[in-house]
């Protein structure tokens, strides 16, 4: 199986600043023939089930706002929050589907400062 | 609006069994790829199982030859029968959508989840 392993496992972010978390592949969710990466980024607020944010690593779900982005290639990845707001209060995992099972990282917890 | 509906949840003692239901609306559960995934109380994800729009199912290591996910049509409803279950299948159980038109194994929409508790 893929390992994924984020950093760091928790962050706090002041309101309207930058929240920056990483995600690291075992082996590359890079896919040659069509050159996309196979990895997904979720967002988990208490009491909810994980809502999906990013997919083929950039993409954004339809409805997401555009302070988040996501980034990176191969098995190096990340999730950026800009201009952080107390709504962005949440848990938020990584997760590959290049290959079957697909495998979630152990998430970061992202709180305001 | 896609809407998923998990029940079935509850206290059941090591070795039991449980089927949990998800109801789905908004779409056609046939013609789509769904999933179970699980998360242990204060813990991160874990995939469960899969049901392909042909039929075909596939399985996590740690539950297979003892969960069976399946679905009903005319009910549009699609479940997960536990067997045997350990106390480390206690957990939220989402079931969720992968996006049309199948075979990419990431989740765009999910239930609320019903929490399983496996204990004596």
């Known amino acids: 199986d893929i390992v994924m392993t984020q950093s760091p496992d928790s962050l706090a972010v002041s309101l309207g600043e930058r929240a920056t978390i990483n995600c690291k592949s075992s082996?590359?969710?890079?896919?040659?023939?069509?050159?996309?990466?196979?990895l997904a980024w979720y967002q988990q607020k208490p009491g909810q089930p994980p809502k999906l944010l990013i997919y083929w690593a950039s993409s954004r779900e339809s409805g997401v706002p555009d302070r988040f982005s996501g980034s990176g290639s191969g098995t190096d990845f990340t999730l950026t929050i800009n201009s952080l707001q107390a709504e962005d209060v949440a848990v938020y995992y990584c997760q590959q589907y290049y290959v079957t099972p697909p495998t979630f990282g152990q998430g970061t917890k992202l709180e305001i400062k | 609006e896609v809407q998923l509906v998990e029940s079935g949840g509850g206290l059941i003692q090591p070795g039991g069994s449980l089927r949990l239901s998800c109801a789905a609306s908004?779409?056609?559960?046939?013609?789509?790829?769904m999933s179970w995934v699980r998360q242990a109380p204060g813990k991160g994800l874990e995939w469960v199982s899969v049901?392909?729009?042909?039929?075909?199912?596939l399985y996590a290591d740690s539950v297979r030859g003892r969960f069976t996910i399946s679905r009903d049509n005319s009910k549009n409803t699609l479940f997960l029968l536990m067997n045997t279950l350990r106390a480390e299948d206690t957990a939220v159980y989402y079931c969720?959508?992968?996006?049309?038109?199948?075979?990419?194994?990431?989740?765009?929409?999910w239930g609320q989840g019903t929490l399983v508790t496996v204990s004596s």
């Open positions: 049901i392909y729009s042909g039929g075909a199912t």
């Open positions: 969720a959508t992968l996006p049309s038109p199948g075979g990419l194994y990431y989740f765009d929409y």
């Open positions: 082996q590359s969710v890079l896919y040659s023939s069509n050159n996309k990466n196979y």
């Open positions: 908004g779409f056609t559960v046939s013609s789509n790829y």
